[in-house]
């Protein structure tokens, strides 16, 4: 092999590592999120941080969001739960930053932090799952020690309902 071959393919190797990015290379700014409720069946509609509902259907259901809110700016969605076109319950989601977001340091370099990243959104992520509460029901005691389940008491079993101590 020629010096000019090396070279040129050593070039070529430092301008890719240099005008990369991880996070860009490893995830996107988009993903699909699932869309879940205890019960299921909630009718529901996604609304970004400029006010439009991006999205409305009924749990369980999977839908493509954007991590992207701008230049190093996260999205943020809030989320309504709608019963007889009442909104009973919201919450907002926030995408967090991607942890390969880090790797720039290494590999993407100055490039990556402050333009690649940040431009297509990929240095966020959304969470992969996100589940709805109605805010109303019974509490109930899960078995995770850490955790309270919020549930209608119409959704429980009979051997559950058994269990119940009248306070």
């Given at each position: 092999?020629?010096?000019?071959?090396?070279?040129?393919?050593?070039?070529?190797?430092?301008?890719?590592?240099?005008?990369?990015?991880?996070?860009?290379?490893?995830?996107?700014?988009?993903?699909?999120?699932?869309?879940?409720?205890?019960?299921?069946?909630?009718?529901?509609?996604?609304?970004?941080?400029?006010?439009?509902?991006?999205?409305?259907?009924?749990?369980?259901?999977?839908?493509?969001?954007?991590?992207?809110?701008?230049?190093?700016?996260?999205?943020?969605?809030?989320?309504?739960?709608?019963?007889?076109?009442?909104?009973?319950?919201?919450?907002?989601?926030?995408?967090?930053?991607?942890?390969?977001?880090?790797?720039?340091?290494?590999?993407?370099?100055?490039?990556?932090?402050?333009?690649?990243?940040?431009?297509t959104g990929a240095m966020y992520r959304l969470p992969g799952t996100i589940?709805?509460?109605?805010?109303?029901?019974?509490?109930?005691?899960?078995?995770?020690?850490?955790?309270?389940?919020?549930?209608?008491?119409?959704?429980?079993?009979?051997?559950?309902?058994?269990?119940?101590?009248?306070?």
């Amino acid at each position: 092999m020629s010096n000019f071959s090396k070279i040129a393919i050593a070039t070529a190797s430092a301008a890719a590592l240099l005008l990369s990015s991880c996070a860009s290379i490893v995830s996107r700014a988009s993903r699909d999120v699932s869309i879940q409720s205890n019960p299921s069946g909630l009718n529901f509609s996604i609304i970004n941080k400029n006010g439009e509902t991006i999205h409305s259907g009924t749990t369980p259901q999977v839908v493509n969001l954007s991590a992207r809110g701008g230049y190093f700016v996260p999205a943020k969605y809030t989320i309504e739960v709608k019963r007889a076109g009442k909104v009973i319950s919201s919450q907002t989601v926030t995408a967090s930053l991607n942890g390969w977001y880090a790797g720039n340091i290494i590999f993407g370099g100055l490039v990556g932090l402050i333009i690649v990243d940040p431009l297509t959104g990929a240095m966020y992520r959304l969470p992969g799952t996100i589940h709805l509460e109605t805010g109303s029901g019974s509490t109930l005691a899960s078995t995770d020690s850490r955790s309270l389940k919020l549930a209608s008491i119409e959704t429980l079993t009979p051997e559950q309902r058994a269990s119940l101590v009248r306070l």
